[in-house]
T-cell receptor
Framework: DSGVTQTPKHLITATGQRVTLRCSPR?????VYWYQQSLDQGLQFLIQ???????AKGNILERFSAQQFPDLHSELNLSSLELGDSALYFC??????????????FGEGSRLTVL | GENVEQHPSTLSVQEGDSAVIKCTYS??????FPWYKQELGKGPQLIID?????GEKKDQRIAVTLNKTAKHFSLHITETQPEDSAVYFC?????????FGKGTRLSVIA
């Protein structure tokens, strides 16, 4: 158990809908990262928050947004969903702002299926 | 930004044989190179890492080597066991975020 909690584990929805994925980082970790994993693209970085502030941004679509709350949990909002958004979404956390200060701890992921 | 290439995408070995997975990176400023193992239904988990001031690091049956000049690093698993079957990801980083390769699916055949 990594200590990172993601909900829901599975989600099935229709095109055009909006969903929210939630992540609780390990106790004491200030950084939260979101990654998207699809079959042929590996782990694609979406966005990082550190202590409530956006720290780094990857190839995150404009239809996607995220935030980190004062209690350090994070939510990833996916809207106007398309079939191609079907993927496994991972949240990870680390102690510091940069990964070089320690490892990333991953949750078990939220599997999103868009029909 | 950083780009990490990983080969092979799939690898099958007989139990007891060695497995080698190779990665190249593009940004010579990258200074931290971790390897993650993802078992079925789970998130990736760090198994070993190496920093740019070290050429080789070993932890029991796994080892990682780094060639900064050529900008490539490799994961070596010796005496493979069925429980080594998983997807392995290499990654590189300067500061943030961690950039992953596309993964290698390792199958250890008993």
């Amino acid at each position: 158990d990594s200590g990172v909690t993601q909900t829901p584990k599975h989600l099935i929805t229709a095109t055009g809908q909006r969903v929210t994925l939630r992540c609780s980082p390990r106790s004491g970790d200030l950084s939260v990262y979101w990654y998207q994993q699809s079959l042929d693209q590996g782990l694609q970085f979406l966005i990082q928050y550190y202590n409530g502030e956006e720290r780094a941004k990857g190839n995150i679509l404009e239809r996607f947004s995220a935030q980190q709350f004062p209690d350090l949990h994070s939510e990833l909002n996916l809207s106007s969903l398309e079939l191609g958004d079907s993927a496994l979404y991972f949240c990870a956390s680390s102690v510091g702002a940069g990964v070089g200060t320690g490892e990333l701890f991953f949750g078990e992921g939220s599997r999103l299926t868009v029909l | 930004g950083e780009n990490v290439e990983q080969h092979p995408s799939t690898l099958s070995v007989q139990e007891g044989d060695s497995a080698v997975i190779k990665c190249t990176y593009s940004d010579s400023a990258s200074n931290y190179f971790p390897w993650y193992k993802q078992e079925l239904g789970k998130g990736p988990q760090l198994i070993i890492d190496i920093r740019s001031n070290v050429g080789e690091k070993k932890d029991q049956r796994i080892a990682v080597t780094l060639n900064k000049t050529a900008k490539h690093f490799s994961l070596h698993i010796t005496e493979t066991q069925p429980e080594d079957s998983a997807v392995y990801f290499c990654a590189a980083i300067i500061n943030t975020p961690l950039v992953f390769g596309k993964g290698t699916r390792l199958s250890v055949i008993a």
